[in-house]
């Protein structure tokens, strides 16, 4: 399967999950997998959330920031894999000075 993210309408998501500003994102989904590439601007984030379709498995490209899952903070930077676990609590926080850009997977099988 090939997923063009190039083609597809970015939606802006205000206060996502309850967070800070707004992001954007392009996603792919189906009954079994959503693919998402999100921008969270300096000072905006993704809010406080338990995750319940599966496994958030979020690749940063670009930019800094920082994860809390169940409580546990990592510092996010390119190359890094965060992981939060379906049943988790997590949120993803820009406070860089640059986009945080994410590559995100959930698989829900």
Request: charged residues 25%; negative net charge; hydrophobic residues 35%.
């Amino acid at each position: 399967m090939r997923i063009d993210f190039g083609s597809m309408g970015e939606a802006e998501i205000p206060h996502m999950n309850g967070g800070e500003g707004s992001v954007t994102a392009r996603m792919y989904n189906d009954e079994h997998t959503r693919v998402i590439v999100t921008r969270i601007p300096a000072g905006s984030s993704i809010g406080l959330h338990e995750q319940t379709s599966g496994d958030d498995i979020n690749y940063i490209i670009e930019g800094r920031g920082r994860a809390v899952c169940d409580g546990v903070e990592e510092a996010l930077s390119p190359g890094i894999c965060h992981i939060c676990p379906k049943g988790s609590s997590h949120t993803i926080i820009n406070d860089g000075d640059a986009d945080l850009v994410l590559f995100t997977v959930v698989n829900r099988r």
